[in-house]
């Protein structure tokens, strides 16, 4: 690390301060390849931890071997003969008096092959085989002993080490023992445990040294599997100090922005009646907490960061219109930014529709508005004439200029990462002040989850449907029966109702899902003569989208067939029967969103999966999670199970906590602790909050400086 190349080198006891290259063998080469790991003082290399063990402290009975074991055996030479099958290889019969077991070598030569000389006695590592006459172990380590000399084992666990190119596992535990002992020698003084005792002692925690060693040299009775499996109690206290870490460096961050100002948005609340006058219904108790907390925020001299999860049709647009309104009648302008095209231009659609009549100015402003068009945007955003903007990430683009941008609303948050937040609130900085942020989510994350990735955030939760909707019946079918759906689609049409036909190829190509999506729509205008379908997808002009959307939704067009670009925010209430092709390829929660397009209506509404045989394990288990509950809370849990944080999270979120050995899954149960711990430690140990978030994120937490 750069900040420690002037530091003279066996000057402080401190682990982190000392370079690698003071370690014995370690020259330019290695260090080069150390580095390539992450590793660049003797403090990297603590941290560096096994992610296996061999348990070589023992040697095995053959009699009690069992197929899969990795194991130890001790033995002597009854046989050694050259087989010719396939291929030629030599087969090594040796025994111990509780049994035998072959070793097999494929690759040998003959000076190898004399070794194994009848009575020689032999000490082999290797994994355990089913044979065709004895168990086998194919190429074991194996060396030639003494009869009678004493052949020591090892002490402890052999940890294998994550490693790289060029730097073989067995020259990196001679580093990590070095480092042992070096951690010995220097006690806290090399290694301080930013953990006070009462902490430790609150939740049953081994101090760090202790947690180090064991795990780097777990003693002989260590259970291989609760090691591998990160369930240790030496592991999970390391766990615990790096969730702790991330979790303290996000709350670093959300104090930081709390501290800054922002606009005090009261609001005579004129535009929100005569908007709540016109709307068609009244507000769910839900949406009306949400808007009350969100108001409050909003009457604050600091900025408000707050999320609202709430799930596909839970009407999260009319409590962001709400907030956009209190934020215009204090004064300031709203930017309202969706992660894609038709989301926005949705949003659009809507905030015009709803403002316009309130004498509102509601611009919009994507990546493709270009030439003119553009710089009359841009105009009406710089000097205020517009109060309300729409678009994607262009809205914060070089060339954008509020003229008093006091409000940012996010929709979707799962797509934008922790790095995106903070860039939009420094976007809108005037002067001293930064906009209040409202960020909106339809992927529901267990609150445990919630709590960590979003510690920046506070959080609301709309947790009711708006009234008079049933849930959406699911059904899961194999796409050989496809003459079928295609009557259903017939037959539910002709009764006047709307349907959806999503094509979801996940080719990587747009191009070829665009193409798979315009067959479909010709095969199914050809089998459904009396219909009228119309087609979208992201390849046509935002133009002749927004009129195939416009005649959807107007009812002229019966059947809609699309890809995955109507996923968020297409909102068409008469449409009460979709259908999803491939659907086995798709993720859980893209399955929820799509699905949430119907069920918007009084009608009840269906939904059919068709799938491709043959369905994996997963896919089946995903389509059954579906079929079964139309509850986003609990999909996401079960997605969780399913397919663990990083994947469903994207790689940004995981990637904002890059986490070297936590497991947002597996350990989710410690969250609530590492929390409290949280709480205590900036209360009565403030000064060890920042030395604790620089071991586990290093520089990454410099973003903390905003
Ligand atoms: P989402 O939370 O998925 O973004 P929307 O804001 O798009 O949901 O709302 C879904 C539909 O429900 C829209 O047609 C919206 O007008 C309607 N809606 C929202 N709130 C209510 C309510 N309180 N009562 C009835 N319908 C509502
Ligand atoms: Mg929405």
Redesign the pocket.
Known sequence: MQLHKDVPVTQSPDLQSQPVTLLRGVGPRAAQRLANLGIETVQDLLFHLPSRYQDRTRVVPMGSLRPGDEAVVEGSVDLAEIKFGRKRMLLVRISDGTGAITLRFFHFNANQQAGFARGVRLRCYGEVRPGTVTLEMVHPEYKRIDEHAIEAVEEHLTPIYPTTEGLHQLSLRPLTEQALERLAQSGDAGLRDWLPPAILKKFKLPSLAAAIRYVHRPPPEASVDELEAGRHPAQQRLVFEELLAHHLSLRQLRYAAKAQLAPVLQGDGKLRARFLDALS????AA?QRVVAEIAADLQREHPMLRLVQ?D???????VAALAALQAVEAGAQVAIMAPTELLAEQHYRNFHAWMTPLGLEVSWLSGKIKGKARTATLAAIADGTAAVMVGTHALFQEDVQFARLGLVIVDEQHRFGVHQRLALRDKGKQGETRPHQLTMT?TPIPRTLAMTLYADLDASI?DEL??GRSPVQTVVIPDNRRPEIVERVRQACAQGRQAYWVCTLIEESEALQCQAAEDTAVQLAEALPDLRVGLVHGRMKSRDKEAVMASFKAGELNLLVATTVIEV?V?V?NASLMIIENAERLGLAQLHQLR?RVG?GAAQSSCVLMYRNPLSEQARARLGVLRDTTDGFEIARRDLELRGPGEVLGTRQTGLLSLRIADLLRDQDLLPSVEQAAETLLESYPESTAPLIRRWLGDASRYGEV
């Open positions: 219904f009244t507000l769910t949406q709430g596909v049709g839970s009407g999260k647009t009319v339809a709309i708006p009234p925010g909102d209430p949430g918007r």
